[in-house]
């Protein structure tokens, strides 16, 4: 198959890309699961944006800047920050129906935020813009979308004069694989929190886009910056169902069990403070006791109204979030780091383009604001779009296509052993408290044991490549850890 652009992974900036490209030539988008499974799907909060009077860019910058504690691309984030009410203009113009009072945009607030500035549907803004977006795909004659479909490695091309090229992608479709050529490939598959015991992400964020690029030598950044949710609720479910930010947003209170603040004396924000600070406190509290939200002041109708998804989540499992305490927990939420791109999400290979959480623009820098990351998937993604400029077709190239393995063979039931594995040791090693120590003796030659394994196999198949791509993003991560010495943003070392 051949195409102009190749969109692989179907998260808001995948989508948001594929609808801007579309306008200049066709568009194959190649996701593993259905097009709505994305960690875009799952982001409750909103999307940050400068869109009130009162506040202005410099603000954002600045809660932006403090919360990645300085260790961001402040070019990076003037670009996406001075186009964020464009962001929001544009999904309106798309269809999303952003919540309004009085004719005007609801805003609320989130964690290391000074001001109000997010825009939100309900407590499912990831969803209804997902929604929008797939519509909007569907209905466009220049877009094919192949569902099922497992991105295996990224295909390039070598040339004395163009250096390395990538010309597509190899997949696996149908028990089948399929070599895919394009002029441009895009990567959007999104994040890594698969690689952690507990995560709110789906289980499609398994590092894949990552893997594949470092594979072929792209620049990748800032791992060591893994992002814990301070309030995932606290159930024996994997993933971990969100309780998202913004219910503190409104007023909801960080409780132990004898009913204290414990974030009065913490940080100025208290119980909005940063995610990194609230994550840590609420691990610590957790050695003596469980945590919990308070949010019993508002009305069960205000509740209802405002966060439908997880007021009804929560009665199903009998907590009335009217009366009860919500029981809460950090857990794996957001990759900081990822690979290298420019502000046009250029990475260093031709034709190679990445956004959305696979990235590393530098915005984020040791920690994200919260509400950052549609923002930017959708802001960067639109900026490569227009930037995109002429094709060029490439010629078919002779490609070795692997062994495929059977889904019950010894080789497959041992790598989904091997991926609860990687899970642990990341959770043990790499989690909200690091020991670097540790992380050098011990988890680094645990993981290159399970990669050299995988590596080794004969013959392929998804559960087994990506398997092989977790374990190689966690070394990323161990190893971007162990290096990083001093405890910053979301990289907290006891020794
Ligand atoms: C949340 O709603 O708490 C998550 C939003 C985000 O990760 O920015």
């Not at 988008?29 to 909103?46: E, P, R, Y």
């Not at 696996?172 to 895919?180: D, F, L, P, V």
Request: aromatic share 6%; net charge positive.
């Amino acid at each position: 198959m051949q195409t102009n652009f190749l969109v692989i992974g179907s998260g808001i900036s995948g989508l948001n890309f594929a609808l801007q490209a579309a306008k200049k030539g066709k568009v194959v988008i190649v996701t593993k699961k259905k097009l709505v499974d994305s960690n875009t799907n799952f982001a409750q909060g909103g999307i940050a944006a400068v869109l009130d009077q009162t506040d202005n860019f410099e603000k954002h910058i600045e809660d932006t800047l403090k919360t990645g504690t300085y260790h961001n691309n402040k070019k990076a984030i003037e670009f996406m920050v001075k186009n964020s009410a464009d962001a929001i203009y544009r999904l309106i113009d798309l269809g999303v129906k952003f919540q309004k009072e009085n004719g005007k945009l609801s805003l609320t607030k989130e964690g290391g935020h000074s001001h109000r500035r997010i825009a939100f549907v309900g407590d499912y803004t990831g969803k209804e813009i997902e929604r929008i977006l797939v519509k909007r795909v569907k209905e466009h004659p220049n877009i094919t979308i192949l569902e099922d479909s497992f991105a295996l490695k990224l295909l390039t091309q070598k040339s004395f004069l163009r250096g390395k090229t990538c010309v597509g992608a190899q997949i696996i479709r149908g028990n089948k694989i399929e070599n895919i050529f394009a002029d441009q490939t895009i990567l959007s598959t999104g994040g890594v929190g698969q690689l952690f015991l507990h995560t709110t992400n789906p289980p499609i964020a398994t590092g894949d886009g990552i893997a594949m690029a470092s594979q072929i030598g792209c620049k990748i950044k800032d791992m060591e910056f893994i992002q814990f949710h301070p309030t995932a609720l606290n159930e024996n479910t994997f993933p971990k169902f969100l309780i998202s930010e913004t219910v503190r947003g409104e007023g909801a209170k960080l409780v132990n069990e004898k009913g204290e603040r414990f974030m009065s004396n913490i940080h100025p924000l208290k119980d909005l403070a940063p995610r990194d600070i609230a994550a840590r406190e609420i691990y610590k509290q957790q050695k003596t006791s469980q945590v919990f939200l308070d949010i019993r002041h508002k009305s069960r109708e205000y509740l209802k109204k405002r966060f439908p998804q997880i007021y009804e989540k929560l009665k199903k499992l009998k907590i009335d979030m009217a009366k009860d305490l919500i029981p809460v927990t950090p857990a794996a939420h957001y990759e900081c780091g990822g690979i290298e791109v420019d502000l046009s999400g250029r990475t260093n290979v031709k034709n190679l383009f990445a956004f959305g959480e696979v990235t590393c623009t530098g915005v984020h820098g040791a920690n994200r604001l919260a509400s950052n990351s549609l923002l930017e998937a959708l802001v960067f993604s639109n900026q490569v779009a227009k930037n995109l400029t002429s094709t060029q077709a490439v010629k078919k190239i002779k490609i070795e296509n692997p062994k495929l393995l059977k889904e019950n063979s010894k080789e497959t039931l041992l790598a989904k052993k091997l991926r609860q594995e990687i899970k642990n040791i990341m959770w043990r090693y790499s989690g909200i408290v690091r020991n670097r120590k540790k992380i050098k003796k011990e988890a680094i030659p645990k993981m290159i044991k399970i990669a050299k394994y995988l590596r080794k196999t004969k013959g392929t198949n998804q559960e087994i490549a990506e398997t092989l791509n977790m374990a190689q993003v966690s070394l990323l991560i161990l190893k971007a850890a162990y290096k990083r010495r001093k405890s910053i943003g979301c990289h907290f070392v006891e020794f």
